[in-house]
């Protein structure tokens, strides 16, 4: 299995900060990379497929980027609907998930 | 939409078994695969394996011994059974649309998730 890395494991921000966070692959995995948001008690949702690419009815405060073994999403201002988890996941090879990277209120 | 359906509660050694069932789309489309991911209670996602409508199917590596899925087009849904449960397999199990696309695929619709106990 390809392990993916997120960085940090959480983190706290305010309304309105610029969040980014980082994912890193054991192995090149090209730009298949996913990225899904959970918010507390809910289904996870994906943002961000191909590494860069919106997912349909994603708002445009989201972006993400990389190639290779390291890629990042960015929330450009964070609002109260973003506080929750965010995972990475490769499809490259067998699917594997990033740990999640926790968005916390600060 | 997909619903998961099944027992939330299954004895340590016995089978798993979960089904899903799709509404608002046809599981014979040829652009997707069906999948089943995890996630045990306060802990991260993991990928089970995934099927398409010809049957062809993968799974995670070290879950293959123990997994099995399968397809029915006739009733649009698709199953899938965990052998050999041990407590470790206590989780929210979610069956998933799985799209492909030129930058890959990812898990685009999610069923509600349902929760399964292993215990005596």
């Known amino acids: 299995d390809i392990q993916m890395t997120q960085s940090p494991s959480s983190l706290s921000a305010s309304v309105g900060d610029r969040v980014t966070i980082t994912c890193r692959a054991s192995?090149?995995?090209?730009?298949?990379l996913n990225w899904y948001q959970q918010q507390p008690g809910r289904v996870p949702k994906l943002l961000i497929y191909?590494?860069?690419t919106l997912q349909s009815g994603v708002p445009s405060r989201f972006s993400g980027n990389g190639s290779g073994t390291d890629f990042n999403i960015t929330i450009s201002s964070l609002q109260p609907e973003d506080f929750a988890t965010y995972y990475c996941q490769q499809s490259y090879t067998t699917p594997t998930f990033g740990q999640g990277t926790k968005v916390e209120i600060k | 939409q997909l619903q998961e359906s099944g027992p939330g509660l299954v004895k340590p050694s016995e089978t798993l078994s979960l089904t899903c069932s799709v509404s608002g789309d046809s599981i014979s489309n040829s652009n997707y695969y069906w999948g089943w991911i995890r996630q045990p209670p306060g802990k991260g996602l993991e990928w089970i394996g995934s099927i398409n409508y010809s049957g062809t199917t993968y799974y995670k590596p070290s879950l293959k011994s123990r997994v099995a899925t399968s397809v029915d087009t006739s009733k649009n849904f698709f199953s899938m059974r965990l052998n050999s449960v041990t407590a470790a397999d206590s989780a929210v199990y979610y069956c998933v649309r799985q799209f492909y696309g030129s930058g890959g695929d990812a898990f685009d619709i999610w069923g509600r998730g349902t929760m399964v106990i292993v215990s005596s």
């Open positions: 191909a590494a860069s």
């Open positions: 192995q090149s995995v090209s730009r298949y």
